[in-house]
């Protein structure tokens, strides 16, 4: 499972990190991002049509590999997986996801914040793991500090990165990509503007 997760992480450069409030607007963002070069992403489960936004890119944009996020729970976790979700992912690390994960057949993607979190998550078998939030919790120097003491962990920093500061991640061996809600701002997907958020995932996928 950390091989299908790291294929996954290491196939772009940013992860984009998704809030889709409208089922409709689902399959093309999706395709608008793939088109772009981002082809996994992350739909998070903070809204009422999460679940069904899902089911709606794994049917209808074949060139998605589509994931859940904000999984906050062991129910959140089937619920993901059984609406076709391909790697799960959480703000957290808690031994009932990691329960969870042991069990299933779908990667999970646990967030860490600190030394503990990050064994933690290492002591459950797993060797990637996200960094979260990772602005507020220490940014590039926190990752590049830990690479010493836990050498074979890599990192997937999510929360307050942008454009502007992706390469100071992605330039740390420790790191394997990033995560990021920037690729498909909030007016742009109200708006319907997919040629826009095309160029914006063309961007990304060209960074590192
Ligand atoms: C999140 O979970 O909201 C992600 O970390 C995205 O963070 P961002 O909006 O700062 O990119």
Redesign the pocket.
């Known amino acids: 499972k950390t091989e299908t997760l790291l294929s996954i992480l290491k196939s772009q450069p940013v992860m984009p990190?998704l809030i889709i409030e409208r089922v409709e607007d689902a399959v093309p963002l999706a395709r608008a991002l793939a088109a772009g070069g981002l082809k996994a992403i992350e739909v998070?489960l903070r809204t009422p049509v999460a679940l069904e936004a899902i089911r709606a890119i794994a049917e209808g944009s074949p060139d998605t590999l589509v994931g859940a996020?904000?999984i906050l729970s062991p129910e959140d976790y089937e619920a993901a997986v059984k609406a076709g979700s391909k790697f799960i992912v959480s703000?957290g690390a808690t031994p009932a996801l990691f329960a969870a994960a042991k069990a299933s057949d779908v990667p999970f993607l646990p967030g860490t914040s600190s030394a503990s979190e990050i064994m933690l998550a290492r002591e459950a078998g797993l060797r990637v793991v996200k960094f979260?939030?990772a602005e507020q919790s220490g940014g590039a120097p926190f990752l590049k500090a830990i690479s010493s003491p836990i050498a074979d962990m890599k990192f997937c920093p999510?929360?307050?990165?942008?454009l502007k500061n992706a390469n100071d991640y992605l330039s740390l061996p420790n790191v394997v990509c990033v995560?990021?809600?920037?690729v498909a701002p909030k007016d742009m997907v109200v708006a319907g503007d997919w040629a826009g958020i095309t160029k914006l995932a063309a961007e990304a996928a060209a960074l590192r």
């Open positions: 990190v998070t996020g904000t703000p979260f939030p999510t929360g307050g990165i942008s995560g990021g809600s920037w």
